[in-house]
């Protein structure tokens, strides 16, 4: 995956490998003669033999493409625990009810009523039956078969729920 999809960077920006520039560093932009303006890292080596009237004043703001995500109606409707579990699935990946219910100290049916209910509302998938590797820290290097537990992931909207979720937290 390169930068750009990684960063999601506006077209008209590139970032440069030689100092590979991160959210939060510092920036400059360098107008080269192609259709780019490629980002290096304030101070990059490699730019102390430019022509300075090509280089551009830059801030992350000006090069990240802001999340257009806007609530809806389904979003209002999602209580705090529907949050906390989808945004476990986001940071842990798939899983089933009962281990993400021992997770966040719910009740057992509950967990799985909610998860029932963000799959019919495409905040989460079911994951076919599968092969898996045990928790890093659980099983080292041993593979399961589970055919009992019924695993869900996150949806690219359920995704996006967590993210705009997490943005307007203040806690």
């Not at 806007?70 to 906390?84: H, W």
């Not at 909610?114 to 989460?124: D, E, M, S």
Request: net charge negative; proline share 4%.
């Amino acid at each position: 995956m390169s930068s750009k999809d990684e960063l999601n960077i506006r077209e008209e920006y590139l970032i440069v490998n030689c100092c590979n520039p991160r959210p939060g560093d510092p920036i400059v932009g360098y107008h080269s003669h192609g259709e780019h303006i490629k980002i290096h890292k304030a101070g990059c080596p490699n730019l102390k033999n430019v022509d300075p009237q090509r280089l551009i004043e830059l801030s992350w703001e000006d090069v990240l493409v802001k999340n257009e995500f806007t609530p809806d109606d389904l979003y209002d409707s999602l209580e705090k625990n529907d949050f906390r579990i989808l945004k476990l699935h986001h940071d842990f990946g798939l899983d089933y009810s009962l281990k993400v219910a021992r997770m966040l100290h719910l009740d057992k049916q509950e967990v799985f009523d909610r998860h029932k209910r963000l799959l019919q509302q495409g905040l989460l998938r079911r994951v076919p039956k599968l092969m898996i590797r045990y928790r890093k820290g659980v099983v080292d290097n041993k593979w399961i078969k589970h055919r009992n537990h019924t695993y869900y992931e996150l949806t690219e909207l359920g995704t996006e729920y967590v993210e705009y979720y997490e943005s307007q937290s203040v806690d």
